[in-house]
């Protein structure tokens, strides 16, 4: 499986972004795809996730009602829209992808940064 992420940028604060992961590889319905980020001189965290196969989503408790995460299956992509954009999103965004039967993200994509400027 490998994963690139784009569609990073400077936008102003309460703007919005759509990021994009590009899948390329063998997919499983029981695959779950992530969105992380990592802010300099901070620890990388969870974002948004869903499932491959049946589109169940989680989001962490900072983004929920601004940002959705989506199946883009004709593109075989998996995007995080990103509404109403703080300065404290800024960093960098990673997605990744896991069996559902294991806790740990073993597929990465290089980042693409997300400056938002107040």
């Known amino acids: 499986v490998q994963l690139q992420a784009s569609g990073g940028g400077l936008v102003q604060a309460g703007g919005s972004l759509r990021l994009s992961c590009a899948v390329s590889g063998r997919i499983f319905s029981n695959y779950v795809m992530g969105w992380f980020r990592q802010a300099p001189g901070k620890e990388r965290e969870f974002v948004a996730s869903?499932?491959?196969?049946?589109?169940?989503?989680s989001y962490a408790d900072s983004v929920k009602g601004r940002f959705n995460i989506f199946r883009n299956n004709a593109k075989n992509t998996v995007d995080l829209q990103m509404n109403s954009l703080k300065s404290e999103d800024t960093a960098n965004y990673y997605c990744?992808?896991?069996?559902?039967?294991?806790?740990?993200?073993?597929?990465w994509g290089r980042g693409t940064q997300v400056t938002v400027s107040s």
């Open positions: 869903i499932r491959w196969g049946d589109g169940r989503t």
């Open positions: 990744a992808a896991r069996g559902d039967w294991s806790t740990a993200y073993e597929h």
